[in-house]
Each structure stands twice: as structure tokens, then as C-alpha cells.
């Protein structure tokens, strides 16, 4: 039996001549849509396979679907003759632009039988003379496949060998996505082996040590698995202790490593190949020279072995030393391996003399998350789901490792400056704080921040930039915007869509043992960033800004002055700006009523189906009680359109219980729920009582236009509790409210025994309300039944994803981040807003 070795991801070009058993053997070992056939793509631009003078447009579909398929990532087979060089170089130039390894197949059979299979064939017109020179093109090509950039060349002499061999898949060195981790993924070491060490015992490490003293292999308790992105030697204090360390744990399985360009270069240089000797590399050589020629040796063969990139965890991480574009993850070529160990630079050089890099991470959109070293940075950040962890610890910076999958950083301070950067670790900034591009938030992105990621697709983005750049306030003042809120999971209670007894259920499972209850007001959100002073604060020119929840202005002109002169004079008077010290303020509020934003809304929207309703369904009424006068039998339809006529009623006084005249702000009030940040502080992390107190005494300081929260502290473990809120609910939407919000009392960033983000609120509202989002009638029997089959998957990741972001974007802000990085978070809680969720939830 012969056993062909193929990676998963190859060319594959069958190479024989007519009558070799080429297609029959692609058919055995090969599934159909993984084969390319000549004769079918004559067929298909000729419809006729045997029409040779197709063949230059037949072979350039093939070529052209080859290019597809080797870029989604599937092997591909060319069932073709391939004995012309010019036919299986352009192969090889597929192959090679997609950074896959070209193989190649040979059917080698004796000419006597080809040609007796070739008679046997109706389709097949040729001459032997044709057969022959074919076979004569076969033995040229023997030695030519190698030479041509085949990787691998398989030779199947004679029917029995073609008949027994077996197709065996090899895996690509780079493809380790069975490694799941976790992972502490290590930057750039440069020979500053005592960081390393300290890093390690910092990450839970154990150290070995020889008989000399010296660490040779590290394991973790945890079972976690090192990585080491590169540039292990050079510049440092003790490159050979490194590598004895890093080589230990490769070799027991406790670590992997790529390569750096520093390792490369000192590879070249031991192999007796012309280097210059810069950068750091004079050192390591020194140092080796104190060394045993067998550790030297050793330390090569190392180098030699390692792979350019790693592809872990199901192709959910990558890590190369220099990073890896999307296109070039899990493949090999040359390209492949210079771009994970030099990167890409744009041919220009900076005023150090240093090449300046390509940003291209910046331009990353890849599902993978992307781990890196080779630029030594100041802080490492997340930039579209990569970022470098080489801190400079050999240029007296920190060396700094990545837990992965927590995506946590742990870092240790060097010891001293070994060596000094030709640039100046800490770089002047890119540029100003306060100048947004275009390229921050266009396309399809990946965010990543304190509390987890996300992916903005590019239709999402676009559709925020439409809002951002037409209808909203000035970026400077768009701090945070509130996530939606899912409702409650379904009721199944008699009428009832959505109960409080699911509510609690809700964040029961989720092991919250305490929740608040607050009255949800039935109005519009607005947020409120209001300044101690009415001429200027640190956002701009202005004393404050109020937006709604899509980053809009509230009102507009004059209106929001006057409200925001109500806030600030209620602050002051509350004592609150002395008290968080603090010269702004981020208020989450409610403005009432609905009507005083939403009048447009009720009179086209919902007065529209109101009126209908009262107007024809009387009138239906006469109509059938007339028909039942003249002795028809119509009790069903009259039961029915009576019982539609009272759903309308019902619908109407549903609405207009949030409809009240206004004057300006006369009639207007605002209802605050959470103080989120002032100042240097963010107030997520403090309880929702305090925040109600907030709340409580800004309507104390101006009763007349604050209007207050109703609430029920609940332990969810006390049955009473429990029945008591529940009843509470049940006055509130039995009265005309919309119903309550039932959050973790612990406060907006409170998190799941897991460590996980609770959904901010879960929102239940009362049954007559939900006759305004579900039409009228929705409480029938058969309506209601269908209602019960809503998914709410979809709305709470969106809740989750939206949470996350505000508070990464009110840590950003009270941390003093750039405005470019707050308003990336605060884009994405709006691109969020285009995801295809029902409306009504």
C-alpha cells in the first residue's frame, strides 16, 4: 500500500496521460466538489469536453475557481493531463498567491494500457501519436516537478500501486487548534531572563532548576500552556538562560514558541551565513561563546524547528511575533513566514532611521484574535481584536503576558535599562486626543474593551454614521448612550405575556439573590451631562448637553438650556457637587410625559388606529344587530366585534394615560434613575439604592419638575418579598403605569457569580400596556398563543453587548481616555441599534 502524505489545505494537480485512471482516482479519494476537471470546464464553456480549442478559456475558469476555493481555505484538486511546465505553473502561481502548498500526483501506467483504455472510449478521437509524445512529456516532467515549486511529488508506478494507495491528511505544522488552553501568551524577552522568571512565578508558575541552579522548565498547577511570541534573545542581560528555560518547557509540553527576527538573524549567523552583527545580537553571541558548543548546537536546532505562526483554540487565537493578516492565518508560503517575522513596513523610515511600520492591524477585521510582540509599545491596547504585548522590558519598560481566553495582562517592571532604544519608549502620541477619523469606526470592526468584544459588522457602522454625522450632538459631549432592555422571559400565566413571577426567575437562575423594583416611567429617555457651570466645562463650549438615547438632541435650541439650568440648579441645591466633588455630572433619566417628545409619534401611530377603531366598529355593531332583527343568526360575529370594540377602548385609554399638555417645560418633568459619573469617578459600581438617594434628592431640591422613582427592595429568597412586589406590580399597571424595571440591586456593573455582566434591567410591563406594542387584540387567545413563541436570544445579547460597551465607555471617560477611544465604544452602542431585532421586545 502506498500512503501519499497531502496537508488539509493544498493544490493538488493529478498529473498522467489520457487513460491513466486520473478522474477515476480523484473519485475515489476525493470528494466531487473538491475536484476540478478540465474535460467538465470545457464542457462548460463549450459544451463539449473533447473541444480542445476551448481550452485556454476552460483552464481559466478552473484557474479561476481554484483562486476561490483555496481562499475560503478548501483542498482542491485539478483533475487535468498538467504534463505541459506552462500548464503546472500557473497551478503553482495559484497556489502560491493564496499561500498553500502546490502538490503534485503522477499516474505513471504503461502506454499499451492507456492506449487500450483510450480506445475503449467513444469521446476520444485522438491518434496514438498524440498518446505517445504525451508519455514522452511524462518522463520530462519526473524530475522537473520539484524543481517547478511542487512541495510534495507523489509517483504511483503501475495499476497495483495507483489501486492500493491511500490518501493521508497531514495537519500544517502552524495548525494546533486542538490546544484550547488557557494560554499565558508572553511578549518580546530579549535575554532579560529574571523578568521572565518573576513574570512566570507572577502567572502561578513553578520553576524547575538543574543541578546548577538554573531554571530549565516551568509547569502551571492550572495545566496552562505558555507562549512565547518571539525575540527570546539579544540586547539582554542573559540570552542563553532564556533559551535554556523556553527550550525546557517546549521540549516537556508546558510551552510553545515562534520565532522572532532576532532569532532568525542569530540562526543565520550560527550557520555561518554573512550577518551584520547590530542590534543587540553581539551580546547573545558573547554570551553563547561562554556556553557549551552542545547547548549552542542545541539552541539552532531549536530555532530551526520553529513555526512562524501558531493557529489555537478551534482558530479562535493566533499568535506570530510580528502579527498575521487575516489571509495569511493557517497558511504557509514564504510571504507567510516574513510577514509574521519582520511584519510590514511602508518602505519610509522615521527620524530615528527605523522603518516605519504598516499599520495593519488597524485594517484587521479577522474573527481570530491576533497576539503579538516585534514594536515595543508603552501600554499594550487592543486595536481589532490583536494587540502587542511587547512592552520594552529590555528597554527598561515591562515584560507583559496575556491570560487567554480571560484576556487579562500581567505585567512585571525590568530591572533595570539593559539596553537603549534607538527610539524613545514612550512616544509622543499618534495624534491629538481630540481628532476622530473616519477610519476609527468605518467598516466592519472588532472592539475590544474591559468587559468583553464584539464584532460591528460594516452595514452596522454605516448606519451609525448616518446618525453620527447627520443627527447628533457633538461627539465631545456623546459620553455614553443606555443599552436597550429585554423584556422579561414569556408568561405563561392566563392573559399574561410578560409577569413579574418570570422576572424574578430571571435573575434567580442567574444567582442574583437581591434585585430592586422600579416604576418604569412611561416617557422618553434622555441623558443628561450637565456642568457646574453654565458658560463652559470640560467638554466644550456650553454648560451641558441633553440627548436621547440614539445620541440626538433633546429638543433642540433653547428648550435644553432651560432644562439643563432646572438640573443644575437642583444639583446645586441638592449639594452634590460639593459633596462627589465634581464640576459635571452624568444623570440616566426619564422625561414625562411620552407626549412631550412623542406627540407626532401618538397622533400618527397610535390615534390613527384609535379613531379607526371607534369609528367603524360601532357602526359594524348597528350593522349586525340589524341583520339580527331580521331573525340571522349572527351571535358569534356580534360577540366578536364587540369584544374588538372593546380591545380599541381599552387600546385608546392605554395611550392617552401618557399623553398631557406641555408648555415649553411647563407640564414637563424629568424622572432620574442613576448618577453614572462625575468627574474623576465612575458611579457604576455603587448600588442602585444609592443611586435612587441620588435621585431622591434632586426631586427634594425641586419637587416640581424632578418627579421620583417608586421602588421595592426584593430578597428574592423571601416568598412575602416576593408576593408583595408582585402585588405592587400589579397596582402600578392595574392604575395605568407601564409596569417596572427589575435590576440587580448590587447596581449597573454587577456581575454573575460566574463573573460574568448581568443584563442591566429586565423590563416587565403590564398587560394593558402591551396593548400599544402588540395592537389591541393582542391578548386574544390564538394571538396571545402565538406571541408565547418570541425569542428574546437575540435582544438580551444586544442588551449584554450594548451594557458592556457604556461601561468600558464611562471607565473611558473618567479615566481621561482620548475622545477617539470613547467615541469608538460609544459608535458601537449605536451600530448595535441596526441589529435585526423584533421592535416590539
Not at 511575533?321 to 514564504?334: C, N, P, V, W
Amino acid at each position: 500500500m502506498s500512503v501519499l502524505d497531502i496537508p488539509e489545505l493544498a493544490l493538488v494537480a493529478l498529473v498522467g496521460v489520457s487513460g491513466s485512471g486520473k478522474s477515476t482516482f480523484a473519485g475515489r479519494h476525493f470528494a466531487p466538489s473538491q475536484v476540478l476537471s478540465s474535460d467538465a470546464f470545457r464542457a462548460m464553456v463549450a459544451d463539449d469536453e473533447n473541444d480542445q480549442s476551448a481550452s485556454a478559456d476552460a483552464f481559466d475558469a478552473l484557474h479561476y475557481v481554484a483562486a476561490k476555493r483555496l481562499r475560503a481555505g478548501r483542498l482542491t484538486v485539478v483533475d487535468a493531463t498538467n504534463l505541459q511546465p506552462h500548464a503546472r505553473a500557473a497551478l503553482v502561481r495559484v497556489a502560491r498567491e493564496h499561500d498553500v502548498l502546490p502538490v503534485a500526483i503522477v499516474l505513471d501506467v504503461p502506454e499499451a494500457l492507456a492506449w487500450e483504455r483510450t480506445e475503449a472510449r467513444s469521446d476520444r478521437t485522438f491518434g496514438r501519436q498524440v498518446l505517445a509524445r504525451m508519455s514522452r512529456d511524462l518522463r520530462r516532467s519526473y524530475g522537473q516537478l520539484a524543481r517547478e515549486g511542487f512541495r510534495k511529488v507523489h509517483v504511483l508506478r503501475g495499476t497495483d500501486e495507483i489501486d492500493r494507495a491511500e490518501i493521508r491528511y497531514e495537519r500544517m505544522f502552524n495548525d494546533r487548534r486542538e490546544l484550547t488552553g488557557p494560554f499565558d501568551i508572553v511578549g518580546d524577552v530579549h535575554g532579560c531572563r529574571a523578568e521572565l522568571e518573576t513574570l512566570l512565578l507572577r502567572l502561578g508558575w513553578r520553576l524547575h532548576h538543574d543541578e546548577a541552579g538554573r531554571a530549565v522548565d516551568a509547569t502551571h498547577p492550572s495545566g496552562r500552556t505558555a507562549v512565547f511570541v518571539g525575540d527570546l534573545v539579544d540586547r539582554g542581560p542573559d540570552s542563553p538562560g532564556v533559551l535554556r528555560l523556553v527550550m525546557g518547557m517546549v521540549a516537556a509540553g508546558h510551552a510553545l514558541c515562534v520565532p522572532g527576527n532576532h532569532e532568525q538573524k542569530l540562526l543565520r549567523k550560527l550557520r555561518g551565513r554573512n550577518v551584520k552583527v547590530a542590534h543587540g545580537l553581539a551580546e547573545t553571541l558573547d554570551q553563547l561563546a561562554a556556553e557549551p558548543a552542545e547547548f549552542t548546537a542545541e539552541v539552532a536546532s531549536f530555532v530551526d524547528g520553529l513555526v512562524s505562526h501558531y493557529l489555537l483554540d478551534d482558530g479562535r487565537l493566533v499568535v506570530a511575533h510580528a502579527g498575521l493578516k487575516e489571509e495569511y492565518q493557517g497558511r504557509a508560503s514564504g510571504r507567510v513566514r516574513a510577514f509574521a517575522l519582520y511584519g510590514e513596513t511602508t518602505g519610509e523610515t522615521d527620524e530615528y532611521g527605523l522603518p516605519v511600520r504598516y499599520p495593519w492591524a488597524r485594517e484587521y477585521r479577522g474573527a481570530a484574535t491576533v497576539v503579538y510582540g516585534h514594536t515595543p509599545n508603552p501600554e499594550p491596547e487592543w486595536i481589532n481584536n490583536t494587540i502587542c504585548v511587547d512592552t520594552g522590558c529590555v528597554f527598561g519598560g515591562r515584560l507583559t503576558a496575556l491570560r487567554y481566553p480571560e484576556r487579562e495582562l500581567v505585567s512585571v517592571p525590568a530591572e533595570r535599562e539593559w539596553y537603549a532604544p534607538v527610539r524613545p519608549l514612550v512616544a509622543a502620541p499618534s495624534r491629538p486626543d481630540a481628532v476622530l477619523e473616519l477610519t476609527d469606526v468605518a467598516g466592519r470592526r472588532h472592539v475590544e474593551h474591559k468587559y468583553g468584544s464584539l464584532t460591528v459588522p460594516a452595514e452596522n457602522a454605516a448606519a451609525a454614521l448616518e446618525v453620527m454625522s447627520r443627527f447628533a450632538v457633538d461627539p465631545r459631549w456623546l459620553v455614553w448612550l443606555p443599552p436597550t432592555m429585554a423584556p422579561s422571559s414569556t408568561s405563561r400565566l392566563d392573559g399574561y405575556l410578560e409577569h413579574p413571577t418570570e422576572a424574578f426567575a430571571d435573575y434567580r437562575s442567574a444567582g442574583v439573590d437581591r434585585v430592586v423594583c422600579e416604576e418604569k416611567h412611561m416617557g422618553s429617555r434622555a441623558v443628561v451631562l450637565v456642568c457646574r457651570e453654565p458658560d463652559g466645562g470640560p467638554f466644550g463650549p456650553g454648560g451641558g448637553m441633553v440627548h436621547t438615547r440614539t445620541g440626538r438632541p433633546f429638543f433642540g435650541g433653547p428648550l435644553d438650556t432651560e432644562l439643563l439650568d432646572r438640573v443644575r440648579a437642583a444639583v446645586t441645591a441638592a449639594g452634590l457637587w460639593a459633596e462627589l466633588e465634581t464640576d459635571w455630572l452624568l444623570l440616566d433619566c426619564e422625561l414625562l410625559p411620552w407626549s412631550a417628545k412623542a406627540g407626532g409619534l401618538i397622533r400618527e401611530q397610535y390615534a390613527g388606529v384609535g379613531a379607526a377603531g371607534r369609528a367603524a366598529l360601532p357602526a359594524t355593531l348597528t350593522a349586525v344587530d340589524a341583520a339580527a332583527a331580521r331573525g340571522l343568526d349572527v351571535t358569534a360575529l356580534r360577540e366578536r366585534t364587540a369584544r374588538r370594540l372593546d380591545d380599541v377602548l381599552a387600546y385608546t385609554s392605554a395611550y392617552r394615560a401618557y399623553v398631557g399638555p406641555t408648555d415649553g417645560l411647563r407640564g414637563v418633568t424629568l424622572a432620574p434613575f442613576a448618577v453614572l459619573a462625575g468627574g474623576s469617578a465612575g458611579y457604576a459600581d455603587r448600588d442602585h439604592g444609592w443611586h435612587l438617594a441620588q435621585a431622591d434628592r434632586l426631586c427634594a431640591a425641586d419637587p416640581e419638575f424632578f418627579t421620583p422613582t417608586r421602588r421595592q427592595v426584593v430578597d428574592l429568597g423571601d416568598a412575602d418579598a416576593v408576593q408583595a412586589a408582585t402585588r405592587w406590580w400589579l397596582e402600578l399597571t392595574e392604575a395605568g403605569g407601564e409596569g417596572m424595571v427589575v435590576k440587580p440591586y448590587a447596581g449597573p456593573a454587577a456581575r454573575s457569580e460566574r463573573g460574568s455582566l448581568l443584563q442591566p434591567g429586565i423590563k416587565c410591563r403590564g398587560r394593558e400596556y402591551l396593548r400599544i406594542i402588540y395592537g389591541p387584540g393582542y391578548t386574544e387567545p390564538a394571538e396571545l398563543a402565538a406571541l408565547r413563541k418570541r425569542s428574546l436570544g437575540r435582544k438580551r445579547g444586544m442588551a449584554l453587548r450594548e451594557h458592556g460597551l457604556g461601561l468600558a465607555a464611562l471607565d473611558a471617560l473618567v479615566d481621561g481616555a482620548p475622545l477617539w477611544r470613547r467615541h469608538e465604544l460609544v459608535f458601537a452602542i449605536l451600530a448595535c441599534e441596526s441589529e435585526p431585532v423584533d421592535p416590539r421586545l
